[in-house]
Nanobody, 116 residues
């Protein structure tokens, strides 16, 4: 079982920045298998960012491309989501997800609220 703990959410004004952290622990995990999802009120959970598509590039939702960056620190078993130029529509609960070998785990989520 992989445990994921997110942190870094909060309230920020539009145009501001936040950095989310996801620390992984457990018997078998891969930082490359970690992705960030978010769920806005009344909407379905959506993929925000993940590592490596078939072209070797990181994946981003179109709405965050150029503003968000996913990166990792192997020494800390952590994956981060740097969010810049935040917009009110970025508001939601952000989840860390790990999927590997047919098994998946979710973090508890961290709330991000962007005010106008």
């Amino acid at each position: 079982q992989v445990q994921l703990v997110e942190s870094g959410g909060g309230l920020v004004q539009a145009g501001g920045s936040l950095r989310l952290s996801c620390v992984a622990s457990g018997s078998i995990f891969s930082l490359n298998a970690i992705a960030w999802y978010r769920q806005a009120p009344g909407k379905q959970r959506e993929l925000v960012a993940s590592f490596y598509n078939s072209y070797g590039n990181d994946n981003y939702a179109g709405s965050v491309k150029g503003r968000f960056t996913i990166f990792r620190d192997n020494a800390k078993n952590a994956v981060y989501l740097q969010m810049n130029s935040l917009k009110t529509e970025d508001t939601g609960v952000y989840y860390c997800y790990h999927g590997l070998n047919g098994r998946s785990s979710w973090g508890q989520g961290t709330q991000v609220t962007v005010s106008s």
